[in-house]
């Protein structure tokens, strides 16, 4: 019934309350790759605190939220000045846990125990280079196509055709190839269907776009009634592929700090 009702009322695109444009910075304690990532020393504060900078100095989010279930994580938050007002449960904080349990929690908490928010802004702590200029970028591009029912916003860079020459082995038939992409359209003729884009050349393929996690936005209807974060209609903000750095091994870790002591150059400067 509640769907019901959904699809109705996405006919009308839900006017966005901007007084409740909640940002919030997911921080697992328990991870497995790089022990206390999250609250590691990156440029002289723990990693998280840079989103909740960039949140804190946005000029549309009105409140910032770090959901985690690391008691230590969350004296961090609070000291740089985040709101953490519950521990995320364990069932939802192992290694597999997913984007949309942690948005559905926060949610329902807060309807239950604070404000519901109008719209999200997922500002991850992996993603210390980020800038506060393209978080307030992203928000603004999706309050302009408020009015056209888009469920959420994802930042992209172009990547190349790789992904059209990618397979997967079918799981009943360990032997057979099943292409990840079986069929797509001439990048100049979107009525041209090709039926196998792994045959032709890559010249007439469309481009292809890399989600590199800095920014995602999603109205709280996309969770709680469509069951995900992306949603049917998502809106690319498309950032330059030298934009993106990832911190996953040492020799990344250190460039990234390289790269934000310029960013943080390059502000004090002006």
């Known amino acids: 019934l509640a769907w019901q009702v959904y ?9 966005i309350d901007r ?24 440029c002289g504060k723990p990693l998280m605190a840079w989103a909740i900078d960039n949140a804190k100095q946005s000029k549309y989010i009105t409140r910032v939220f770090v959901s985690t279930d690391s008691e230590e994580y969350r004296q961090i938050a609070l000291k740089h000045g985040a709101e ?33 928010p109008s719209l999200i802004v997922q500002l991850r702590a992996t993603a210390p280079c980020c800038t506060v200029e393209t978080i307030d ?18 930042t992209v860079t172009p990547i190349n055709h790789e992904a059209f020459n990618q397979y997967k082995l079918d799981p009943r038939e360990p032997h057979h190839l099943c292409p990840l992409i079986s069929e797509t359209h001439h990048k100049d003729d979107p009525d041209h269907r090709i039926l196998e884009p792994q045959s032709v050349a890559r010249q007439i393929l469309p481009q292809l776009y890399w989600h590199n996690a800095y920014v995602d936005i999603c109205r709280p209807e996309t969770i709680l009634y469509q069951k995900c974060c992306m949603g049917r209609r998502c809106l690319a903000f ?9 911190i996953d ?17 390059k502000s004090a400067g002006r």
């Open 137 to 154: 970028s992203c928000i603004e591009l999706f309050l302009q196509h408020e009015e056209e029912n888009y469920d959420s916003l994802r």
């Open 19 to 42: 007084s409740r444009i909640f940002a919030v910075v997911p921080a697992r304690g328990g991870s497995k790759g790089v022990k206390g990532k999250n609250i590691k020393d990156f």
């Open 7 to 15: 699809r109705r009322q996405r006919r009308v695109a839900k006017k």
């Open 84 to 116: 953490a007002p519950f521990l995320r449960p364990k069932e939802i904080s192992h290694d597999t846990a997913t984007d949309y349990q942690c948005f559905d929690h926060f949610i329902r908490w807060m309807q239950q125990n604070d404000t519901a």
């Open 249 to 265: 091994t040492p020799e990344q870790w250190a460039e990234a700090e390289k790269r934000k002591l310029q960013q943080l150059g």
């Open 238 to 246: 498309h950032m330059a592929e030298d934009d993106t750095v990832d």
